[in-house]
């Protein structure tokens, strides 16, 4: 990690301990501390990481285009209903 970060949360008048602390986790998510970690915790080979970046981009792709597609072609059909009828 470059740069270290600091999450500081400071009760508010009549907050309880379970709500600061629920602050805190928000706060500690949105900085993306725990990922950071997590993905720093062991070494990752260059190629793995670029693999897993290609599927991240596919899995984006395949949704945009499913939702495109559905755009294009509405039905009140769930999709595992309309490929049963696809296949009859």
């Given at each position: 990690m470059s740069n270290p970060v600091h999450v500081e949360v400071i009760a508010r008048e009549g907050e309880s301990g379970e709500r600061l602390?629920?602050?805190?986790?928000k706060k500690?998510?949105?900085?993306?501390?725990?990922?950071?970690?997590?993905?720093?915790?062991?070494?990752?080979k260059p190629s793995t990481k670029r693999r897993k970046a290609k599927k991240a981009r596919d899995r984006?792709?395949?949704?945009?285009?499913?939702?495109?597609?559905?755009?294009?072609?509405?039905?009140?059909?769930?999709?595992?209903?309309r490929?049963?009828?696809?296949?009859e």
């Open positions: 602390i629920r602050r805190f986790m500690v998510k949105k900085e993306r501390i725990l990922e950071d970690f997590r993905e720093h915790t062991f070494y990752e984006v792709l395949r949704k945009l285009r499913m939702a495109e597609e559905e755009l294009e072609n509405p039905t009140n059909y769930s999709r595992k209903k490929t049963q009828e696809e296949r």
